[in-house]
Every structure is written in C-alpha cells, then in structure tokens.
C-alpha cells in the first residue's frame, strides 16, 4: 500500500442544485461529497431553478452557499436567450460563463449562432467561458471563440470526434482548454443494459472506440472534471429521466486505481485534477490545503457510504485502488476517513462581495 499527499483537489464542473432542487443536493450536502472525494474547491453550474443569469439571482445564490458549503465555490453565471448584453456585468462575481449550445437538464440553452457569436464577443476577458457543446456544433463554436480571441474551455469530451477536433485546433494554436469526466474514461454505452437509467447522461457514455480515443489523446485533455449532477433514484426510475450521474466521490477512487494500473503517472493526475483547474480558472491558492489517500488495497464502491443527497452511483459495485483517507481545508481536518468534520459555512465563496 502507498500513502500519498495530494493538494487539495479543484472540480471545475459540479451542480450542487442550489436554488430549487434541494431535494437532489444542496451546498451543505454537496460540499460536504466533495470533502469526502478529496475537492476542497468547486466550481458550481448556472442550470438551477431560476438559472443564474443575472446580478440579483448570483448574490442570492452566492449567500446560500455562503452559509451552507463546507469547501470553497464559485459559481457560474448562465447565458441565456435574453441577457447576452447584460450577463458581462457578472464577471466580477461569478467564476466563468457557462453557455449551453445543447439542451440538456434546466432550461438554460443559447440556441441560435448570432445569440452565441453576441455572447462569446461581449463576455469580459478577465474570466473564462465554458461551453457544453457536443459533437457536430462543437467547430462552429470555437469558430466563433476563435474570431473573437476568445479563450475557450469545453466542458466533459466524450467522443473521438470531439476530441479530434480540439487536438487539432490546439496544434492550430488556437487557446483552448477542456476536461473529460471519469464517467466518459471509465464507461461506456456497453455498460447501459447494465445500468439502465443510471447510466443516462449528457453527453451520452459513448462507444468503446470514443472512450480510447479519450485515453489516446489524454496529453491534450487540460482537467480531470466531474459534472456532479445527482438526481434522486425515483426520478431517475420515474417516467421522465433526468440526465446526470453523482461523481464528487468516486472521481478519485477511479483516476488512483487508473494509476494504480499505470495508465496514468501520479503526477499528471495531480495536474488535470488540481494544477490546470487552478491555473485555467484562475483560482485563488488554498494555504494548508491537501488530501491524504491511500492506493493499493481494493474495495467496491457503494452509494450507501457516500456523502451526497441522491445516494447512489453508476459505479455500484466497482472495484477500486484508491481511497480518501484525509481532507484539510486550510489547516483543519475536514474529512477523516469515515466522517466529514467541517460545519456548513466552512467554505469560502469566491468572488463574493464583502457584506
Ligand atoms: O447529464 C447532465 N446532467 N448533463 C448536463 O449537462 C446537465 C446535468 C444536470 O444538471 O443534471
Ligand atoms: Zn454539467
């Protein structure tokens, strides 16, 4: 067995469902998932109810997670149909655009290109733009980030097609940046008989052939990300499946045990799970951060044992090589092993105005 000490690690993709789905997840139960999987700063999606798509709706949001998490947060602003000359006004406060081209859970989508070409151009430079853009749509939007020297980060790749295109726009020198989840590394649609459901998420588990071509090209890919976005197993067995799997405590399990088999160095993980985030984001440093974990000896993954509202997992069952064993969060133990230790307010919100 090897002991390690990792920094504290950074989720630049996690929905904690604060506002209006706190049946799913709130920022106290979320927060304290990401403790548990060794994050100890998160960056949390703009689709809740209402959207966060404006000034009112970010500190209201900005305040709940001021008093709920546990590790530090940011949160994103949404581009919407109607605030492509407004939402500028966020970026002091919110840690990045978010803009939907595909539909996905929550209303939020920019759905037409003189909307998109409107937002990539009036977004502020000094934070980043995210984009959920799958497959076909995804050369069109770098287009368009490209015309506008805009920087660009794609949000969870998933397919070969997808990561094709973006080897070759960065061998163009074009400044873009993306993350893959472990979900996409780890599984595949072979696995849906299996999963039914729980395995329904966008973008789709895609084919073997993608997954590969995922690991293949895993030098271009910038950040190991989750896209933590729990559901509760009624809904996710009810008549209209929401999309979206659980990931803020498995993601490290899984990229240790894909160490553990050599297929990956410790020290890359390092980088596309804290290094990169940081540096691409822009993300303040965390003084005596870290987390302590343990590879090695294997275990199942059980969603009884987990830490986030909706209790289960895609990866019921799996056997990993990696385990949390500690969380300190700015000197003080957080996470012990067994038990989250930090008190809801812990966290710092980032970008938050002082009141
Ligand atoms: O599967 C997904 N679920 N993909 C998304 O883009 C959104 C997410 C959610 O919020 O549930
Ligand atoms: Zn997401």
Redesign the pocket.
């Known amino acids: 067995m090897t002991t390690l000490k990792l920094p504290g690690l950074i989720d630049v993709h996690v929905?904690l469902?604060e506002p209006g789905g706190e049946h799913k997840e709130d920022y106290a139960s979320g927060t304290a998932a990401a403790l548990a999987g060794g994050f100890t700063c998160v960056l949390d999606?703009p689709?809740t109810t209402p959207p966060t798509t404006d000034a009112e709706r970010l500190q209201a949001k900005q305040a709940l997670a001021r008093s709920g998490a546990r590790c530090d947060v940011g949160i994103f602003a949404g581009a919407s149909t109607d605030n492509a000359n407004s939402v500028g006004q966020l970026a002091g406060s919110a840690c990045a655009l978010k803009i939907?081209v595909?539909s996905?859970?929550?209303p939020l989508r920019v759905d037409n290109w003189t909307l998109l070409d409107q937002h990539i151009a009036n977004w502020p430079a000094t934070k980043p733009i995210v984009t959920?853009a799958e497959g076909d749509v995804l050369p069109r939007v770098l287009e368009i980030a490209h015309k506008h020297s805009q920087p660009l980060h794609v949000?969870?790749v998933a397919t070969r097609l997808e990561i094709e295109t973006i080897v070759a726009a960065k061998e163009r020198g074009q400044q873009v940046t993306c993350e893959v989840t472990p979900h996409h590394l780890v599984l595949s649609r072979d696995d849906l008989p299996r999963l039914g459901p729980l395995g329904?998420?966008?973008?789709r588990l895609a084919s073997a052939d993608d997954r590969a071509a995922l690991w293949h090209y895993l030098a271009y890919i910038d950040c190991v990300a989750t896209?933590h976005?729990?559901?509760t197993l009624d809904e996710k067995h009810g008549p209209q499946v929401?999309?979206?799997?659980p990931g803020l405590e498995t993601s490290l399990p899984l990229m240790l045990t894909a160490v553990d088999q050599g297929r990956l160095t410790l020290d890359r993980l390092i980088e596309l799970m804290a290094t990169a985030p940081a540096r691409i984001f822009g993300l303040p440093p965390q003084a005596e951060t870290f987390v302590e974990a343990e590879v090695g000896p294997r275990y199942q993954v059980t969603g009884t044992k987990l830490q986030t509202k909706c209790g289960w997992t895609p990866f019921e069952g799996v056997e990993v090589a990696g385990r949390v064993t500690k969380t300190v969060l700015r000197g003080a133990t957080v996470f012990d092993g067994e038990r989250v230790l930090a008190l809801p307010g812990t966290g710092q919100v980032l970008y938050m105005a002082a009141s």
């Open positions: 929905h469902r999606m689709n939907y595909n996905t859970f929550g959920h949000a969870h329904d998420v966008r973008p896209d976005a729990p559901h929401p999309p979206g799997l």
